[in-house]
């Protein structure tokens, strides 16, 4: 059976929360790491059931922490790296080039020298990077490589990742270059975050095998990308304009259809988890420093956390929240209390209360839902960088910044 990851709330009890916090202070971050390989087997093995040749990599930039690095490659799984800094990253956790997967927008002579050099699988995204990779690679020793491929997006645009293979010049251009001889195109790459359900991304498989057809190419790999929801809590999946499939749903579908497709010989299935497994493994705990009414009979509070530490991308969506009270239950909230941060920006909003029980001064609130673009975007503004308990570890794994370490701009 599956494991699956619910993401409904607290990683820790509550108790256990509030003794954390006591101990290491507020704003932290509390992770799970077990919870995001236990995700990530689900997926695999959902996969495996019916469609045997398939991979599941870590989108290393959805979250940097070094030790999920370490333990998802202690289990088996490859890296998905976007950059040079990255790799270095992955290295300094022990990676080699084998167990890394390079894809990203933009790669120098120097990337992809580094990667003919150590045999290491990588993605090109433009007719540009094909061509600087031909003339690193010679019909003695082709550069082996696979071609990211451009998505129709659902507002009808096409993406400004990868190929476009409707294009004729650029159809053109990749099939002089596979016919020099100097590259050997293994697999194809397919990637976009307008559509999270199942469907999509069997589409993905069906135009991945379209463009290979064109090439005249037998795929080693299909890489069919990320962007592969959570399963979210009932506050959040209340929002959404469309439903998000569970990830043994998801597998199932996929799986089914890659089997239909391809039968028992077909190309090893690549897919980059990064929301899907993380979202779900991170809380975020900051303390209610003040309570204050507005006109009208608004109540508002203010903690020391950001919203810069819990959304920092800003979406429509905010991550839920859960109160702690610090003491005897408090007076009935009459209405939504809505959540501010430390920080001097009016948009600082981290979330909002709809509980039974009104906040007061010394609370608790976690914000859950956090693993996924939070610690490698937050930036160093105002609030300290938060630091971070593991679970696994019983030990803080990033220590709080100290006050002589400010990284802001101009240092």
Request: with cysteine; hydrophobic share 40%; proline share 6%.
């Amino acid at each position: 059976m599956i494991q699956i990851v619910t993401q409904t709330g607290l990683l820790a009890e509550a108790g256990t929360t509030r003794a954390l916090a006591g101990e290491f202070g507020t704003p932290l971050y509390i992770i799970d790491v077990s919870q995001i390989v236990r995700a990530m087997d689900g997926l695999r093995d959902g996969l495996m059931t019916h469609y045997a040749n398939c991979e599941v990599t870590y989108s290393v930039k959805t979250n940097y922490l070094a030790a999920i690095q370490r333990r998802v490659l202690q289990v088996g799984y490859r890296l998905e790296v976007v950059s040079r800094r990255e790799i270095r990253q992955a290295q300094s956790v022990g990676a080699e080039p084998s167990q890394l997967l390079f894809n990203g927008p933009v790669k120098s002579v120097a990337d992809l020298e580094f990667c003919h050099q150590h045999s290491m699988e990588v993605n090109v995204d433009s007719v540009d990077e094909l061509e600087a990779a031909a003339a690193l690679g010679s019909p003695e020793r082709p550069f082996r490589l696979g071609i990211r491929v451009a998505a129709a997006l659902n507002n009808g645009s096409v993406s400004r990742f990868g190929v476009d293979f409707d294009d004729a010049d650029s159809v053109a251009a990749v099939g002089r270059l596979i016919s020099e001889g100097s590259i050997h195109v293994a697999g194809l790459h397919l990637h976009h975050s307008s559509r999270r359900d199942a469907a999509s991304y069997c589409e993905r498989i069906d135009r991945l095998q379209t463009v290979a057809r064109r090439l005249g190419i037998t795929p080693e790999y299909l890489d069919i990308g990320g962007g592969i929801g959570s399963v979210p809590p009932p506050s959040i999946a209340a929002r959404l304009p469309y439903a998000v499939d569970s990830h043994e749903q998801w597998a199932a579908v996929v799986g089914r259809h890659a089997r239909a497709v391809f039968g028992e010989g077909g190309p090893k299935l690549i897919v980059e988890p990064g929301i899907g497994v993380l979202a779900g493994a991170m809380n975020y705990v900051t303390s209610i420093v003040a309570v204050k009414a507005r006109a009208g009979g608004a109540t508002i509070a203010v903690c020391d956390g950001s919203m810069f530490d819990v959304n920092p991308l800003r979406s429509a969506i905010p991550p839920p929240c859960v109160l702690l009270p610090s003491g005897d239950s408090g007076p009935v909230a009459t209405e939504p209390i809505r959540l501010y941060g430390g920080t001097c920006m009016e948009i600082d909003q981290l979330g909002v209360l709809d509980g039974e029980l009104a906040p007061r001064k010394g609370d608790l609130v976690v914000v859950t839902n956090v693993g996924a673009y939070s610690v490698c975007l937050a930036p160093d503004f105002i609030v300290p960088r938060a630091p971070i308990y593991s679970l696994d570890d019983g030990a803080l794994i990033r220590h709080p910044e100290p006050n002589d370490g400010f990284r802001g701009a101009g240092q």
